[in-house]
């Protein structure tokens, strides 16, 4: 969500600096005398610039929605936050999780034994 947000306010930036490029590259064609070396120059600059807008714009157009859908909902982002820190405090605890006998407690090592054969084998860290 963060790459959408970011890059479509970047490209509606650029967007922004290449319409200005573009007016200063056509008041040059206007107001001055070039030769059809600095013209043909000038040419290939106003082209780069509208491929560039061009990019820019496209790109914007596929990304719009999502873009508007995450900025409605302001909250979204936060909300997501959250649930992803939740999770990953809950893979914590129950990482450390172990049984607690209630009264046979002369099984605890057999439980603590059990606990690392299982988070060995199986890569996970499984809770009882």
Do not use: C
């Not at 040059?28 to 780069?48: D, K, N, T, V």
């Not at 649930?83 to 046979?104: C, F």
Request: hydrophobic share 30%.
């Amino acid at each position: 969500m963060k790459w959408t947000i970011f890059t479509y306010e970047q490209n509606e930036g650029d967007m922004a600096y290449y319409e200005n490029e573009y007016l200063d590259l056509t008041h040059a064609l206007e107001f001055m005398e070039l030769g059809p070396e600095e013209g043909f120059q000038l040419a290939q600059q106003l082209q780069e610039n509208r491929r560039k807008r061009r990019q820019a714009k496209e790109e914007n157009e596929l990304i719009k929605p999502l873009y508007e859908l995450i900025t409605r909902q302001k909250t979204l982002m936060a909300e997501m936050g959250k649930i992803k820190a939740k999770a990953q405090q809950t893979i914590q605890t129950q990482s450390k999780r172990i049984y607690t006998p209630r009264v046979r407690t002369d099984m605890q090592d057999a439980f603590q034994r059990a606990k690392a054969r299982i988070s060995s084998s199986d890569g996970h860290n499984d809770s009882f």
